[in-house]
Structures are given as C-alpha cells and as structure tokens.
C-alpha cells in the first residue's frame, strides 16, 4: 500500500543521491512524487532549502495547481508548475528538476536549434529507444522568468509519460512512471550531455 510516508522516503532518497552528485548548487533544483490519482496529489521540495540535508521540512504535500494542503509557513519550489503540468498531462508519478554545468552549456551550444538530438549512444535506451537508428531528441525552451509562461510552453512537449526538456541556461526536467525511472533518465542525460561536451572538446 502507498502511503505519504513511503513517498516522501523514496523522495528523500532519490534528493540524497543527487546530492551527492552535487546537483544543487545554491539551493537550485526541485523534486516531486506523485502520492494520489483522485484527486491529484504530490510531494514537492520545499523552496531555499539546502538539499544536502535531510530534514522534516524538504518537502511540501500540494495539490494538482501546486498549492499545500496542511497549512504550513514553507513555500513550494518556484518550478512548482512544471510538475503539476506533469500530472495534469501525463500519468507520470516522479519528475526531476536539476542544474548542472553540463545541462545548462548543452542548452547554450544547441538554444538556437531549439533541441539536441542524440543518436548511436548506447544511453539513448534508458528512453525505450532500442532501434538501431533511433533518435532521442531532447526539447530546448527559452528560460521565461515568469513561471505561468514558462510552465506553458513546457507543457506543449508532455506526450508521454516519460521524457525531458531543457530550459535554455537553466537546467533540465524529466519525468517517468516511478522515481526509479525518472531518476534513470536523468542520469542517462547527463551522461549524454557531458559526453557532447566531451567529444567537442576533442574533435
């Protein structure tokens, strides 16, 4: 039986991991899990919180527009609205927000094309591609600084219930069925974007 407390371990678990990769810097990043169907509900990582810790307060429960359900003095992360349009289009249960060195150039280097397309890498699999001609196109969007806007054009790219996009200079979302699967994508691309950076270094 899934219960809030299994969900918010299991989150807590993944923001652990991640941290250890050194994946928010400044506080930046967000994290949500999904936590009910009807209605829609979710955890989401409480706003200005140093991620490398783990305390009572990482997270915020909040409905489907993102506000908190219990009354409580923490705010929800400013990204908010990307995981509720992710559980409004999609029946995902985990997405993933982070800022890396990595996502960020390959957003800068590739903006203008408006994606980045991978195709040949063994990786490009953590995304169901198994042909052997297979491309994994990843959406670039411009960086709105007004959230509403921004959440809309993201939500233009929600058709399935697994995938990513890159905001340009800002970092990357992914979602996936469980936090198993949206913590695999993640990794798949980065791995993917520092292997671009790698091979233009050397080419």
């Known amino acids: 039986m899934i219960t809030l407390r299994g969900r918010w371990e299991e989150l807590a678990d993944i923001k652990d991991e991640l941290a250890r990769r050194d994946w928010f810097m400044g506080t930046s990043g967000n994290l949500a899990i999904k936590v009910n169907d009807n209605p829609t509900e979710f955890l989401v990582t409480a706003s ?10 990482d997270f915020l429960h909040v ?10 003095i923490l705010k ?3 990204e908010t ?4 349009a992710i559980y409004s289009k999609t029946s995902a249960g985990c997405s993933l927000h982070v800022h890396t060195v990595a996502n960020n150039v390959i957003s800068e280097l590739y903006g203008n094309q408006g994606k980045i397309n991978f195709q040949g890498l063994e ?21 709105h600084a007004h959230i509403p806007r921004l959440a809309e054009e993201f939500q233009t790219y929600l058709d399935g219930d697994k995938g990513a996009v890159l905001i340009r200079n800002h970092g990357i979302t992914v979602w996936g069925r469980d936090g198993f699967e949206a913590k695999k994508l993640l990794e798949a691309c980065e791995f993917l974007f520092q292997y671009q950076l790698t091979l233009r270094q050397i080419k």
Not at 48 to 57: F, L, Q, V
Not at 123 to 143: C, G, M, Q, R, T
């Open 48 to 57: 200005g919180k140093d991620k490398n810790k783990r305390t009572k307060e």
């Open 63 to 72: 409905n489907i527009n993102g506000e908190p359900i219990e009354e409580t």
């Open 76 to 78: 929800p992360s400013a």
């Open 81 to 84: 609205l990307l995981h509720c």
């Open 123 to 143: 990786l490009i699999k953590a995304f169901d591609l198994w042909e052997e001609d297979a491309i994994l196109s990843i959406p670039i969007i411009p960086n």
